[in-house]
């Protein structure tokens, strides 16, 4: 009796601990998937999704001497060029050494105008030194060679350094816009349309905010080109069920690598003047134009040509940043935006907006200040500079090439151009078989990519990631390896996708 008597007291005091604690009540945690904010939840970034996390655990595998098919899992899923092996820009890192270490500018090993130009960025800086924060908008002499190097890029049109905004890379920027321009409930809220296949960014942003995605399909068929029709077909009906207000464009386009024509630039803003839309032009890959034929044209150069009907009415932001084209520098986190015709009371909205970070990395502000002001003709680092940076275009249009034609000799791959940006995205005919075995716990094209990264070591994204048409298959490849590790991706994914084949055939 008294045994059991003693359970029944441990017991009961358990039980009581559980409930409560001096007194107070124990409810579970404040914080749980169940309270948790619901738009997180529904976030979605494939670039750095599952498969992305095994490649990393199979990395931990093989340094802890697991026995793989492969001896090093190649990452083709993220335009990371210096993770991929590509070498930074000389004089871009030397001037941000002599800020980092303002010592060095008394070495005689620096150049005269990486000195000149260290001097310049640390003067602007409060203490002069880069560990203090900045005017939230930017640093004031960085964003007036921004303005500058934008007039001399659209070949005299004026930028106004108070509509440019430095960002910790575009992505920032691009959220930032897009928090300032979602409101409205039920069939008023906003709706933003973005290409499919996209960049999730963009639909990771939305469904953080709450937005609704209004999805544009590029035609694949002729080169992943933009079809006006289409935007009015999916314009048309998205507005039964919210209120359009935003088209974004990514030019050269991510994960498809098409580049628009100028034409094509000239249909967007008409139609966005028509239909009373936001433009936001994503314009990263600026620098990244391979193809014959093809060349960048800046949405704000074609606006202003297209005279001031509208140039004075469409609202528009643009985006840049330093992560690539040929510096790759994504770590510094550097990029801007600029905004064109927007509302001077949003303006100030804005503003408060980005106070709220108050600054973007100071650092990534001196980087990108390089890239806007690069060495000049007449200064002792142009000569290495544009050589540098000529190589790495050069390997970047080579690998584009590459791509392209390789995949093309594979039975059941089919692959576009790569006229510009940074990636690839081959359409993959799977059997059903495959897609049968896939549906039971993946989709296809997630099995497909998932076997190849446990089979051949090499980290792919999958098509589904990006947004497809239904019923096709793709997946994204970065074209940033070496071109000799390319070589030997490409065909580690030609037998691959044999033997995937074959097995399921």
């Not at 500018?105 to 900045?134: H, M, T, V, W």
């Not at 609202?315 to 084209?325: G, L």
């Not at 000049?376 to 791509?403: C, N, Y």
Request: proline share 6%; glycine share 8%.
């Amino acid at each position: 009796i008294h045994y059991f008597f003693g359970v029944f007291q441990i017991l009961h005091t358990s039980n009581m601990s559980q409930e409560a604690v001096n007194g107070v009540p124990c409810r579970g945690k404040v914080l749980t998937l169940d309270t948790m904010n619901p738009n997180v939840k529904r976030v979605e970034y494939a670039v750095r999704g599952p498969i992305v996390q095994r490649a990393v655990q199979i990395e931990k595998e093989l340094r802890e001497g697991a026995k793989k098919p492969f001896t090093e899992v190649i990452k083709a899923n993220i335009g990371d060029a210096h993770a991929m092996g590509q070498k930074p820009v000389t004089f871009l890192r030397q001037v941000l050494a002599l800020c980092s270490y303002p010592e060095l500018l008394e070495d005689n090993k620096f150049p005269e105008d990486a000195k000149k130009r260290a001097r310049r960025i640390l003067g602007a800086c409060g203490g002069q030194s880069i560990g203090a924060y900045s005017a939230s908008q930017g640093i004031e002499c960085v964003r007036q060679d921004v303005a500058r190097y934008i007039e001399k890029r659209d070949g005299g049109i004026p930028s106004n350094p108070d509509n440019i905004y430095l960002s910790t890379g575009a992505s920032d920027a691009i959220v930032t816009m897009l928090k300032l321009l979602v409101c409205g409930e039920g069939r008023g809220r906003t709706g933003v349309m973005i290409s499919i296949p996209q960049y999730p960014l963009y639909s990771a942003a939305l469904a953080d905010l709450g937005a609704v995605q209004i999805n544009y399909y590029l035609d694949e068929d002729k080169c992943w080109s933009l079809d006006i029709k289409e935007l009015r077909r999916a314009v048309t009906e998205a507005r039964q069920h919210c209120n359009p207000r935003v088209l974004c464009i990514i030019n050269p386009g991510n994960p498809t690598g098409q580049v628009q024509s100028r034409q094509c630039i000239e249909d967007v803003i008409r139609f966005a003047k028509e239909e009373h839309l936001f433009l936001m032009a994503d314009e990263v890959y600026q620098d990244n134009v391979y193809a014959e034929g093809c060349a960048f044209h800046s949405f704000k150069k074609v606006l202003f040509e297209m005279g001031p009907e509208y140039s004075s009415t469409v609202e528009m932001a643009s985006f840049h940043s330093t992560s690539k084209c040929y510096m790759g520098e994504c770590g510094f986190r550097g990029g801007y935006m600029e905004v064109i015709n927007l509302d001077p009371e949003v303006k100030a909205q804005l503003i408060k907006l980005v106070s709220v970070r108050l600054c973007p990395p100071v650092p990534g502000q001196a980087l990108l200040d390089l890239v806007v002001n690069p060495p000049q003709p007449d200064e002792p680092s142009h000569t290495t500079f544009m050589k540098e940076r000529t190589a790495v275009l050069a390997a970047l249009a080579e690998k584009a090439r590459l791509t392209e034609q390789v995949f093309n000799t594979v039975p059941g791959i089919t692959c576009n151009p790569v006229q510009g940006a940074m990636y690839t995205f081959p359409r993959i005919t799977l059997p059903q078989k495959a897609i049968d075995k896939a549906k039971a716990g993946q989709v296809p094209d997630m099995f497909y990519c998932m076997r190849l990264l446990e089979e051949e070591g090499i980290c792919l994204v999958p098509g589904s990631g990006f947004g497809q048409r239904e019923g096709t298959f793709h997946f994204r490849m970065t074209i940033l390896p070496p071109t000799e590790k390319l070589k030997i991706v490409l065909q580690k994914i030609r037998d691959f996708h044999q033997r995937f084949t074959q097995e399921f055939s």
